[in-house]
Every structure is written in structure tokens, then in C-alpha cells.
């Protein structure tokens, strides 16, 4: 069908309200029908016309949900052919907020009994349209595997925008609301770009105030516009003929044109504002979660961007060059010079020579003296540059960070160690202690006696919270265990939910939980089991969410079962392939799944 290019109706007869959403005529779309509420409408950025979805080329076969807003639509009749529709990329929180909103106004046009807050289950309702809707408002964001607990988290952390069913009776866990059910609002965007751009045209899209500002702190004469250049330039361009001037006028003339175009430029230059800390926090996470490789500059603000955040969660004073600056051009004293090098350096090679035998002594005790106070006061070995080259020897034999630090999720403080367990032993930790107090000698295990006692002793299996430079070996040992793909590097938003068994630098077990007390991993390395790695794990998950029912999959034939009924899991419904898109073809594992729940 062609597209229209005219209307039944005069448009501009129309009498519109303050908002234009309404007009008193009831006058709308191609068709020029009436508003219907059961019906989502959008509308035209040139016209300001609304149209109904149904009539619309591009949205007839999907029309937008309730409360939409973020989008770029032009009308065939404005367009002069074919429509034009372009959806925002949304934000966490305005996707949710679109989801709740939509939700909710198919409630409120329902027949059924109408209440102030209408809640949604999270997994079965909010979870099931997003996923719908991804590649209209959430594309072009990877969809992984832990994006439910992003939602999950979205909804927790933002009180003053949904409303938590926990203590209702009628509801409960899992259930949420809109605080308010006011239109939504379009901050101002850029359309996003076609989905072939990659995760690279985001990240530059990001760091377009950075390079900004690295425009306006750059010398303001450019080559193009150095005062040498152009006075070559009005040289080369002057009639010969003409009368030359003077250097005093001359130099008048040149700098009155310089304030002009430095006056222009002051106009037209860009408006810079200062990031928030939100904001800062926002691009970080990105830049970290990015799926393809970041450019150098993206690295650096990484960077930076971590260390601010760093020095924040230490209470330490951020550095401010302006400020910095400021207060030395305040200050009543003379600005202090960097310290030069040594007089004694400076000496031609004449007076060098000519200086006595004495003084050549004089200057070389000194310089022994020098040394020596360099060598007192020198830089610490693990700050140094030689621990970058040879490591510390505390990583030798660990994976976890010297000092505690605060968790990102809730500010919460983590040590670098859970427990060491120097009472269990498994197999393979017995066969690793002889084989390194042999020392590659033939030596029958009876011999070793008091040696190996004290060897294994000193040996421990060590339960840590989950870091970064963890990240690789626990994806292979979950790889190792279940499939290929597994990235567990969300969890790194909330380490306080996690726990890794580890055997010096080795990952031999690990579990994963979600802030919402749902456990998506639980695995221990093949030959490292009797040794209660897996029980105290899942013991320190259950602690540290006391008042939450934990739930968990689990495959039919698993035998970690049995140790999640010793626990207390009633398993409530048993769900066929759902490990389908999973488990490879060649597993030992069921593909059908049990879900397990244990009630608090």
C-alpha cells in the first residue's frame, strides 16, 4: 500500500490543549478517528499529530507499549514518502520503568478490581516483556546470562521510583510497583545508531566530553591560526605596490583580529559541565562490561575513573589541578620551583679537571653519602617498579588482595580471607605436599615422616570473596564443569554474594548468588570433593541472606541433590529441557532441571 499524503482533515483547525496530547475536535491519525484509550498512539515530531499505531506502516504489526516516549517518528505526510521511526537505546532504569508502566495500564483498563498500586511479579510478568521488547528498547546491550539480576537490581536500588510487595501480606518477595503512575519523561539524546555500529561507537559516544575537553585545554593557536603563520600569510597576500605599514600597526591590526576570532571562538566554543559521581559511575561500568576491545583512550579514562572511585571508598582527597592551582595564585608567597639538578653536575669539564686531588675526594665521599641516604630512604619494594617486574611474594602462593576493601554493591567491608582450613585434606592436596618435598627424588612416602607432617600443616585450602583477578579461573572451572561461554563477571558488582575455594593460586571450587537469593553457580574442581569445600560454601552463601527463601536449578541427575537436601531444599516444580540451549549434546547432565527452594 503507497503511503498517504494527505489528511481528511484540516490540521491546523484543530484546537489543541497546553500539553498537545488532546484536541477538543477528537481528531487524529490517517484516519482522523478519535482517541482510544485501549490503544497506544504515537506522535509525529514535525506535526506534533498523533497517530495510532494500528494505522502506522512501521508499528502495525508491533505496536509501542503504553507510556512510550522514546522514539523519533515522522509521518508519511511530513516525510513526503515512507515513514521514518527511530527507538532510543533506554537506560536500566527506564526500560523497568516502561515495563511497570505498561503493566499497569493494561491493569487500569481491565475490568477487574482497581487498587492504588497494582504489583507485577518480577520473573514471570516484568522479566518475560523486557525480554520481549529487548531489541526495541534495550538493543543494541548484550544479553547475558546474568541480565535478570541487573533488573533484579534495578528494582531493589531505586526506592523513590518502585515500590517492593515484601511487606504485604497480599504479595510479597518478588512483587513490585510504580510509586507513581505520572507520563514518562525523554531526556535529551542522540537517535541510536544502526545496530553495525558496535560496542565501540557507544563507548566513543561516552567519551565525547572527555575529548572535549582535551579540545579546549590544547593550545588555542593552532597551526592554522598561529600568529607566525598568519603574518607570512597577510606577507605573501599584500600588494606590492601598496603602501607598507608599520611594525607598531601592524602589530595593532594583528592583535585586534586575534581578540575577534578569540572572541568568536569564546561563543561558539562547547559548554562543558562537570560529571556527577553517579555519572562517573555509570561510564565505568561500561567501560568495564564492554564487549569488544577498548580503544586507548577508553582505557585510560578507565583508569582514572577506577582510582576516583578507589580514593572515594578510602575517604582520600581527590585530586583537583584547578583548585590546586588557584590556591598557589593566591597564595602571598613565591611559587616553588621543582628541584634542579646538582651544582656540581653543572661545572663545565675544565673545572672539573682543574679541581685538586682533595676536593675530587670530598665529592666522592659525598656522592657515597648520597647513595647511601637513597638507599635509607628509598622507595619501598612493593610501590617500586621491580615488584611490577617480579611480583610480590605474597602472590606467590595467593590469589586475594593484601587489605580489606569495601564492596561496590552496598559499601560493605571484605577481608581478604573468609577461612583457612588447614584441617581438611583431599587426595590431590596429600599427592601435591609429597611430590614438593621430594624434590624430584625417587622417595617411597613412608620416609618422609616428620617432614611431610609438617609440610602438610602448613598447606590450607582458602575461602575468599570473589575478585577480578579471579575472573579467568573461575570461568574455567565453571567451563570445566557445566559449558563453554560461562562469564561470571557481573558478579563483581556484588562480591559479597560469592565465595572461591582456592588451593594457593589454584581455583578448586566456587558459588555464585544473586542479591535477589537465587544461586546460578555452584561447582568444585573434579578431584577436590570429600573435603567440605561445597558445604561450607553454600553454609556462607545461606548466612549472608538470613531473611530470604534461597532458590536454585538444578539437573535431574546431579548429584549435588543429595547435599541440597542435607540443607533443607524441597524441590517444587520439575521443569522439562531447560537446560536445552546449555548443556551440549555429548554431557552427562539431564537437561530436564529440578527448582529447588529453601524456605527461611
Known sequence: MPPLLKRPYDLMSLTWNQGHTRNDQDIYCYCGKGYNPHKSMAQCQRCEQWYHCDCMACLKKRPLMFGDVFYDFVCSICAGGDEQF???????????????????????????????????????????????????????????????????????????????????????????????????????????????????????????????????????????????????????????????????????????????????????????????????????????????????????LRRKLALRRLKRSLHLKLFDIDAAVRQQLRGKGPMEPMNGPAKDALLPTSATEAAGAGSRAAKAEAEARSKEQLLEKGTPYQNSFASRLYGTARRATTLTANEPWLSAWNGRKLRPFIRRDYENKTARMLLLDQITIAKGQPRVAKTLGTEYESHANDTSIDYVYFQRELLDPTNQLLRLCFWDGIDVSESLQFPEYSIVALYKRCVVGCAFMTPEAYITYFAVLPGWERAGIGQFMLYHLFQTMISKDITLHVSANNNAMILYQKFGFKPEEFIVNFYDKYLPNESIFSKNAFFLRLRR
Request: with cysteine; proline share 6%.
Open 86 to 300: 527511530q527507538h532510543d537505546t533506554l537506560t536500566w532504569i527506564e526500560a523497568v520503568q516502561l515495563v511497570l508502566f505498561h503493566l499497569t495500564r493494561l491493569k487500569r483498563l481491565s475490568k477487574g478490581k482497581q487498587q492504588e498500586h497494582f504489583y507485577f511479579r518480577y520473573a514471570n510478568e516484568i522479566c518475560e516483556l523486557a525480554e520481549s521488547e529487548w531489541d526495541r528498547i534495550l538493543a543494541p546491550k548484550p544479553q547475558t546470562s546474568m541480565w535478570r539480576n541487573t533488573i533484579a537490581s534495578t528494582l531493589s536500588t531505586h526506592p523513590k521510583l518502585f515500590l517492593s510487595g515484601a511487606a504485604l501480606s497480599d504479595y510479597g518477595k518478588g512483587w513490585w510497583a510504580l510509586v507513581s503512575e505520572e507520563p514518562l519523561l525523554r531526556q535529551k539524546r542522540k537517535a541510536r545508531a544502526m545496530p553495525s555500529s558496535g560496542s565501540e561507537q557507544k563507548i566513543t559516544k561516552k567519551l565525547k566530553r572527555r575529548a572535549i575537553k582535551q579540545e579546549t585545554d590544547a593550545s588555542p593557536a593552532s597551526d592554522d591560526a598561529s600568529p607566525k603563520k598568519q603574518k607570512i600569510e597577510s606577507t605573501m597576500d599584500q600588494d606590492p605596490r601598496s603602501p607598507k605599514k608599520s611594525g607598531k600597526q601592524a602589530t595593532r591590526e594583528s592583535s585586534g583580529d586575534d581578540d575577534g576570532e578569540s572572541q568568536d571562538a569564546a561563543k561558539d566554543g562547547p559548554k562543558l559541565r562537570l560529571i556527577s559521581q553517579q555519572d562517573e559511575w555509570h561510564i565505568l561500568q561500561e567501560l568495564e562490561h564492554a564487549s569488544g576491545e577498548l580503544p586507548p583512550e577508553a582505557m585510560r
